[in-house]
């Protein structure tokens, strides 16, 4: 039987909340490169390959929410699900310093049968998720590197992404967080919030469906304990800033 190219839990739960994870894994199925990008064994365990210690997060977040969650289970280095399909950054061959040497011969064939294999799949099992209810609420988890290669640290311990298209939830978040005192909050850090064909563009401000996405940084969620911690945390503030928003 072929493993699917993605995770579902709770998939019962009966919670407004979908949490969604684009990059929870940095696994490289055995028909790309027979399971190897040709990148080293510590570079795979780098945030070039997956978002560290999002998939703890997204687990048991989506259990405290009582919602279903759907994570990926393919590195974003073999093809990125949180790009659109005509994205220029779909299929990396270059990241945060580090050459893809496996990608570097794709061409537009083998992007259309990782899309079939892996990107389409995801997306479309997302969706499934998402029309369980009319009234769904995404809440995308995602996590960051304190320093990208050649840069300043970041000082932000999460920051909240959002498109101007539809900001209600995110900055009703953002209020909240503001609001621990012990909280360094990024609005539109550590990357800017709107991308056309991104997950959250493709499922929720193209359907209108309430989003937010939330970003970690990963020192802080690499252990169990850091995954729980915050799973703990968020999910009051998520339940706080919905009912705000009265979406």
Same mark, same amino acid.
């Given at each position: 039987?072929?493993?699917?190219?993605?995770?579902?839990?709770?998939?019962?739960?009966?919670?407004?909340?979908?949490?969604? +994870?684009?990059? @929870?894994?940095?696994?490289?199925?055995? +028909?790309?490169?027979?399971?190897?990008?040709?990148?080293?064994?510590?570079?795979?365990?780098? !945030? #070039? %390959?997956?978002?560290?210690?999002?998939?703890?997060?997204?687990?048991?977040?989506?259990?405290? =929410?009582?919602?279903? @969650?759907?994570?990926?289970?393919?590195?974003?280095?073999?093809?990125?699900?949180?790009?659109?399909?005509?994205?220029?950054?779909?299929?990396?061959?270059?990241?945060?310093?580090?050459?893809?040497?496996?990608?570097?011969?794709?061409?537009? @064939?083998?992007?259309?049968?990782? *899309?079939? %294999?892996? !990107?389409?799949? $995801?997306?479309?099992?997302?969706?499934?998720? @998402?029309?369980?209810?009319?009234?769904?609420?995404? +809440?995308?988890?995602?996590?960051?590197?304190?320093?990208?290669?050649?840069?300043?640290?970041?000082?932000?311990?999460?920051?909240? *992404? $959002?498109?101007?298209?539809?900001?209600? =939830?995110?900055?009703?978040?953002?209020?909240?967080?503001?609001?621990?005192?012990? =909280?360094?909050?990024?609005?539109?850090?550590? $990357?800017?919030?709107?991308?056309?064909?991104?997950?959250?563009?493709? !499922?929720?401000?193209?359907?209108?469906?309430?989003?937010?996405?939330?970003?970690?940084? !990963?020192? =802080?969620?690499?252990?169990?304990?850091?995954?729980?911690?915050?799973?703990?945390?968020?999910?009051? #503030? *998520?339940?706080?800033?919905?009912?705000?928003?009265?979406?």
């Amino acid at each position: 039987m072929t493993k699917q190219p993605f995770e579902i839990t709770g998939a019962d739960r009966p919670a407004r909340w979908l949490v969604t +994870c684009d990059h @929870a894994t940095n696994r490289v199925p055995d +028909c790309i490169g027979g399971g190897s990008l040709g990148i080293s064994p510590a570079d795979m365990e780098r !945030h #070039i %390959a997956y978002d560290i210690g999002a998939a703890g997060v997204t687990r048991r977040l989506a259990e405290r =929410l009582n919602a279903p @969650a759907i994570l990926s289970d393919f590195s974003r280095l073999v093809i990125d699900p949180n790009r659109g399909e005509d994205d220029p950054t779909l299929v990396m061959k270059l990241y945060d310093s580090t050459i893809i040497p496996v990608n570097r011969s794709v061409d537009a @064939a083998e992007v259309e049968r990782r *899309l079939n %294999a892996f !990107h389409r799949p $995801y997306h479309d099992a997302l969706e499934g998720l @998402a029309i369980r209810r009319s009234d769904t609420v995404i +809440c995308a988890v995602h996590s960051f590197t304190p320093r990208l290669f050649g840069r300043d640290d970041r000082p932000w311990q999460v920051g909240i *992404l $959002y498109s101007h298209l539809d900001p209600k =939830l995110s900055l009703a978040m953002l209020e909240r967080l503001r609001a621990e005192p012990d =909280l360094n909050v990024g609005e539109n850090e550590p $990357y800017g919030g709107h991308l056309d064909g991104d997950s959250i563009d493709k !499922h929720a401000l193209k359907k209108g469906r309430p989003n937010v996405l939330i970003e970690i940084r !990963h020192d =802080l969620i690499r252990t169990e304990d850091g995954q729980i911690a915050w799973a703990d945390r968020l999910a009051p #503030i *998520l339940e706080a800033a919905l009912a705000d928003t009265n979406l």
